[in-house]
């Protein structure tokens, strides 16, 4: 495999300009590792009031929920225990994900924690959110945000996938809606 820088003429035929690039593979295999963030999709069918532990009783709307997790070890089976319903309830997200429709589970692999920048991002393109959920752990206002129409078919959620996904690694100072709100940690 030979990895090229390729340009496209208006007429999708290539340019004469092709370089050779070169892959850092140390950094790449480091970042590939189970390890990171995640981003689970819920579908709420109705609205409807569900207790959430010290939340108490929360009014939840209609609509496509998207909840910012991390795991920095065992990645890919923390992911996985959102799939399950049947399971003991630990998390914030055990409660919405009781009475929710599993959508998609999204992977933001990292050896650094991102969790609380990317629910910041998230924050930016979200219609509404849930205050206090799933952020016990952090100073975030939360870690739940929500859509009333499925997330994917927006451009705005698909930068901010890409970005944190493969453009944090090459621009790591600029987010293509605005800035990142951390956890101020």
Not at 3 to 19: G, I, N, Y
Not at 64 to 77: E, I
Request: net charge positive.
């Amino acid at each position: 495999m030979i990895p090229l820088s390729v340009k496209w003429k208006q007429d999708l035929s290539v340019a004469p300009e092709v370089k050779l690039l070169q892959i850092p593979w140390g950094y790449v295999e480091e970042e590939a590792k189970d390890r990171g963030s995640y981003v689970l999709i819920l579908e709420l069918k109705r609205a409807q009031k569900i207790p959430v532990g010290r939340l108490g009783e929360v009014s939840f709307r209609k609509g496509f929920y998207a909840y910012v997790g991390s795991a920095m070890v065992h990645l890919t089976k923390r992911m996985e225990r959102h799939r399950h319903l049947r399971k003991q309830h630990h998390w914030h997200i055990d409660e919405l994900r009781a009475v929710t429709d599993f959508h998609s589970v999204l992977a933001i692999r990292s050896s650094i924690r991102l969790e609380c920048e990317i629910a910041g991002a998230l924050s930016k393109i979200s219609e509404w959110a849930i205050p206090g959920f799933g952020c016990t752990d952090c100073s975030c206002n939360t870690h739940l945000f929500a859509f009333e129409k499925n997330p994917f078919h927006s451009e705005k959620f698909h930068q901010w996938l890409q970005y944190f996904r493969m453009d944090r690694t090459l621009f790591s100072d600029s987010f293509p809606i605005g800035s990142c709100v951390g956890s101020g940690k």
